[in-house]
């Protein structure tokens, strides 16, 4: 009771003069500070990979216990991508999609491959405190891809070779990038999806992705899970950035207490709120169970990947997810008309990040923002050391697919 007397009258007192000017020595006893309660910013006395027993209640989902299907347990958010009046799991109306996963898993993640894999890894990159790029692409989105690269060497930001592992889709493409050293990964498993008429190559038009772009974002999602098991902090992205600055010294920072930090979709149905265009992974307990549910519920996926993820995300068993927005103003969404692309880019470009170009007409978007290098080598100064004269002749159609041509 003295004590609880005395408490409050320091409250009182706080009040009225002003916390500040008390003495130190008159404060109660028990007042906690920071010699009493030590505030040691790597004692995290919630962190799930020291006290695993937080995890009672967090558990890796598959299609049958996540019920995706089922109404009155998911959150519907305007309109719901994943229904299937039968079965509240999905899985009698999602047969087809559920075998090509097998397949595609069988080939990409079996035991003998994932022990080469590991090793490759580990010599590729030795320096687990260094975050790596994981990237997939085929032939029809390399143009792309080589341009990010040259944005990064345009830019002087870094070599992209020494921190990408790229997950190649087809024979062209492993071979073009392995000549330039970047690191591939090996291709034998792709003759086990061509026996099974499994598509990673299809079109990629300046106006709207291929049919293999589902297949390609769930082998992204193995590669991911897989590097993050082995305690690497992994950058996803899709082929279609631009690196203005080096991102990873504010990534790694603002992800130090969070699982999963990606770029906004300003959508209010379930493909939104994060963008899963480029995604930064921490290496965690709790994010190995995150991105285990995703490659196990991307046996029921549509199409893209994006509408899953953020199912995912509102899904009751993630709730102890950590996860942030990136700030709109430094890691850039760019805009589809070139009026939209000047007002974003008008204050320049001084403190942003990076440039993301979803949807149609990339190459021509990126023109506008100062931001395409795959140019011919007759209109540029100075070539590229990622151009590539087949890769351009085979995409010219999509570079000079002009923004105004869109219907």
Request: aromatic share 10%.
């Amino acid at each position: 009771i003295a004590g609880t007397h005395l408490f409050l009258s320091h409250l009182v007192l706080s009040t009225k003069v002003g916390f500040s000017s008390l003495e130190q020595e008159s404060l109660p006893v028990n007042y906690i500070s920071s010699e009493t309660f030590p505030l040691d910013d790597d004692d995290d006395p919630l962190d799930e990979d020291r006290h695993s027993e937080r995890l009672e209640f967090f558990s890796v989902l598959n299609p049958n216990n996540a019920r995706l299907c089922d109404k009155g347990l998911q959150i519907i958010i305007k309109k719901n991508s994943y229904t299937c009046d039968e079965d509240p799991t999905c899985r009698k109306c999602r047969k087809d999609r559920i075998r090509e996963f097998e397949i595609l898993k069988n080939a990409f993640s079996n035991s003998n491959r994932e022990e080469s894999r590991r090793a490759r890894l580990r010599k590729w990159f030795p320096h687990k405190e260094i975050p790596i790029i994981i990237v997939s692409v085929n032939y029809a989105q390399l143009y792309l891809f080589l341009n990010w690269a040259c944005s990064c060497e345009g830019n002087s930001i870094f070599d992209p070779r020494a921190y990408t592992w790229i997950i190649a889709m087809d024979s062209k493409t492993f071979s073009v990038l392995d000549r330039m050293g970047f690191h591939v990964e090996s291709i034998e498993w792709l003759e086990e999806l061509k026996e099974n008429k499994i598509d990673m190559e299809g079109q990629y038009h300046y106006r709207q992705m291929g049919s293999s772009h589902r297949n390609i974002n769930t082998v992204t999602t193995m590669a991911v899970n897989f590097a993050v098991s082995l305690d690497y902090p992994v950058l996803q992205m899709d082929v279609d950035i631009v690196f203005l600055k080096n991102p990873f010294p504010y990534l790694k920072r603002a992800a130090k207490r969070r699982h999963v930090l990606g770029m906004i979709a300003p959508r209010n149905d379930d493909a939104g709120f994060m963008n899963t265009g480029l995604m930064y992974f921490r290496p965690s307990k709790i994010t190995e169970i995150l991105l285990q549910s995703f490659e196990n519920l991307s046996a029921l996926k549509t199409f893209g990947d994006q509408e899953l993820f953020n199912i995912l995300l509102r899904h009751h068993n993630m709730r102890q997810v950590s996860q942030r927005i990136l700030p709109k103003e430094t890691f850039i969404k760019l805009g589809m008309g070139e009026k939209d692309i000047r007002n974003q880019i008008h204050n320049g470009t001084e403190n942003v990040f990076l440039l993301h170009v979803p949807s149609a007409y990339k190459a021509s978007r990126l023109m506008i923002a100062n931001q395409w290098y795959l140019t011919p080598p007759h209109k540029s100064t100075e070539i590229c050391t990622f151009w590539d004269k087949e890769v351009y002749e085979f995409s010219r159609e999509n570079i000079e697919a002009k923004l105004y041509n869109k219907t």
